[in-house]
């Protein structure tokens, strides 16, 4: 088991007064199996009020608002959560499993076309070749790796707006975009695919107990074979002991750190930071 100190900042700048702002964030990890959260805070300066509810994906969210004339606005999540590794017991789903019409209308969510995540034909080939005669678990895990093999990670190439497709032809982008690929991939074929959004501690097999590192906001996957595997497409690893879930859903729209809107102040310029301490 790790114990994770979590401090996500967000800070935003005007370039002229702002008279008032609405905004909602999900920077709060969620308690799940393998992972509890001992404690947890968002707060927001200046703020007028705030609200927290859950969201239809489960993500925890904290909606706030300002209603005084401000030139910035610092937001700052603050958790402690122990993070273990999750025992999946039984045989992974076999193909007819997954096309089984039942399982379909159960997972239609998850197996859904969207904007962010729609694959092109190349992609969809790219699954199918990894897919015809492996199982659905050997051929998720493939697809991911070929992924990554042919992107490169390239930070600043791609924005939160960027299609998996426009990521794909360029071979370059960041977490986000190689979590958007595997999912829309894997889903051409019918293997159920969530998008996970959380944090993720830089040194993961030699992180340094005490130490407060430069983290960050991170993307992964999971997908479906019977019970739900998480798999980071980025780092080609297991998300165990240094994964950190905030939200679930079908792409980045739906787990969104922080979105808003605002009267007044004209442009806006954002600075983030994420620190995190490995504390046992």
């Known amino acids: 088991?790790?114990?994770?100190?979590?401090?996500?900042?967000?800070?935003?700048?005007?370039?002229?007064?702002?008279?008032?702002?609405?905004?909602?964030?999900?920077?709060r990890p969620a308690?799940?199996?393998?992972?509890?959260?001992?404690?947890?805070?968002?707060?927001?300066?200046?703020?007028?009020?705030?609200?927290?509810?859950?969201?239809?994906?489960?993500?925890?969210?904290?909606?706030?608002?300002?209603?005084?004339?401000?030139?910035e606005l610092l937001v700052v999540s603050e958790s402690?959560?122990?993070v273990s590794p999750v025992q999946l017991g039984g045989a992974t789903a076999g193909w007819d499993t997954l096309h089984a019409?039942?399982?379909?209308?159960?997972?239609?969510?998850?197996?859904?076309?969207?904007?962010?995540?729609?694959?092109?034909?190349?992609?969809?080939?790219?699954?199918?070749?990894?897919?015809?005669?492996?199982?659905?678990?050997?051929?998720?895990?493939?697809?991911?790796?070929?992924?990554?093999?042919a992107v490169?990670?390239?930070p600043g190439v791609t924005g939160v707006h960027t299609r998996a497709v426009e990521a794909w032809q360029a071979r370059k982008g960041v977490c986000q975009d190689l979590a958007h690929l595997a999912a829309g991939t894997l889903r051409s074929v019918g293997i159920p695919t969530r998008y996970v959004s959380g944090y993720l501690h830089p040194r993961t097999t030699s992180a340094?107990?005490?130490?407060?590192?430069?983290?960050e906001s991170h993307a992964w996957i999971e997908y479906w074979?019977?019970?739900?595997?998480?798999?980071?497409?980025?780092?080609l690893i297991t998300p165990e002991g240094h994964h950190v879930v905030v939200g679930r859903g079908r792409e980045y729209a739906d787990v969104?750190?922080?979105?808003?809107?605002?009267?007044?102040?004209?442009?806006?310029?954002?600075?983030?930071?994420v620190r995190i301490t490995q504390e046992t």
């Open 1 to 27: 088991m790790s114990r994770l100190h979590i401090v996500h900042t967000t800070h935003y700048t005007y370039a002229r007064t702002v008279s008032a702002s609405y905004n909602e964030a999900r920077m």
């Open 256 to 273: 969104t750190p922080i979105r808003g809107v605002y009267a007044g102040g004209g442009a806006s310029t954002q600075q983030v930071e």
């Open 152 to 154: 490169e990670y390239v």
């Open 31 to 71: 308690n799940l199996p393998g992972q509890t959260v001992l404690e947890s805070r968002l707060t927001a300066t200046p703020s007028t009020f705030s609200t927290e509810y859950r969201d239809y994906w489960g993500a925890t969210v904290t909606a706030f608002e300002t209603l005084t004339s401000h030139e």
């Open 80 to 82: 402690r959560v122990d």
């Open 208 to 215: 340094e107990i005490g130490v407060a590192v430069t983290g």
């Open 101 to 149: 019409p039942d399982l379909v209308d159960r997972m239609s969510e998850f197996l859904a076309v969207t904007k962010a995540t729609e694959p092109d034909e190349e992609l969809r080939e790219l699954a199918r070749s990894h897919a015809d005669g492996a199982t659905p678990q050997d051929a998720a895990l493939a697809v991911c790796g070929a992924l990554r093999e």
């Open 225 to 235: 074979c019977g019970d739900w595997f998480g798999y980071d497409p980025t780092n």
